[in-house]
């Protein structure tokens, strides 16, 4: 229990150091996902405010990548982040500048690299937006803030997934970003389950990025099931009023 509370002050101290800062702490959810029937879903129900995708993504969808993203953009405003595979700076900078061109609200998802963070720099010179992928430490974050990043994303997923708590790494970024104004958004990434989003909101990220599963997940709970079924057995009670008889009859 001990560790829980711990836990919970830690991402509520990083929430109101962020707050105290006069930052925007608007919670954004972006999907995680390349399919566009459940963006569309979830922008229907108000829930996008960006898309990320990743080539894993966009492969199993089994169709041309541009025609998703042109398909994506055609309703969704807010950014989306399409990602550079090269690995070099010529390279990724070569990519970076076509697929800006695609479309007007582009974020170029690039590698937590050396290359990857010259060509971040030039993006931002070059107006470019981007999204610095595979992060997974504060320092790593700071080297994104540094270079000009849009956004950085941390991994938690896959820090959990190698026995580290992931979400740790979150308000420690919050707090360096804070201590320099940093403007650099926080995209916690790698999302799992439902506790992810919560404790992500909880330290007060800017962004999550969330699988259609995982936010079908959030919208459930048990007891609203049985409080809804229970509802609409009791109303089924209700006796029904009579018609009044008409004239005549």
Not at 76 to 95: C, N, Q, R, T
Not at 127 to 146: D, E, M, R, Y
Request: aromatic share 8%; glycine share 8%.
């Amino acid at each position: 229990m001990k560790t829980v509370i711990n836990r919970r002050t830690q991402l509520q101290v990083a929430y109101s150091a962020y707050t105290e800062a006069g930052d925007d702490i608007g919670m954004k959810f972006f999907i995680d996902t390349a399919n566009v029937q459940a963006i569309r879903e979830a922008h229907e129900r108000g829930m996008v405010d960006g898309v990320t995708t990743n080539p894993s993504l966009v492969a199993k969808e089994g169709r041309n990548f541009r025609e998703i993203v042109n398909e994506i953009a055609a309703f969704v405003k807010g950014p989306i982040s399409l990602e550079a595979v090269s690995s070099d700076y010529e390279g990724i900078m070569k990519e970076a500048r076509e697929l800006n061109g695609w479309i007007g609200n582009a974020a170029i998802k690039i590698p937590m690299t050396w290359e990857g963070l010259k060509a971040v720099k030039k993006c931002a010179e070059e107006g470019i937006k981007t999204n610095v992928t595979l992060c997974f430490s504060p320092n790593q974050a700071l080297l994104a803030a540094k270079a000009g990043a849009t956004f950085v994303s941390p991994f938690i997923g896959r820090l959990d997934d190698v026995g580290q708590v992931g979400m740790e790494v979150i308000p420690d970024i919050l707090q360096i970003y804070s201590n320099y104004g940093y403007e650099t958004e926080i995209i916690v990434a790698s999302i799992r389950h439902p506790i992810h989003v919560y404790e992500a909101a909880l330290a007060g990220a800017h962004i999550a990025t969330i699988p259609p599963n995982v936010l079908d997940q959030m919208v459930k709970h048990p007891l609203t099931d049985i409080g809804i079924e229970r509802f609409l057995a009791d109303y089924k009670k209700i006796p029904t009023a009579q018609e009044p008889k008409k004239h005549g009859k």
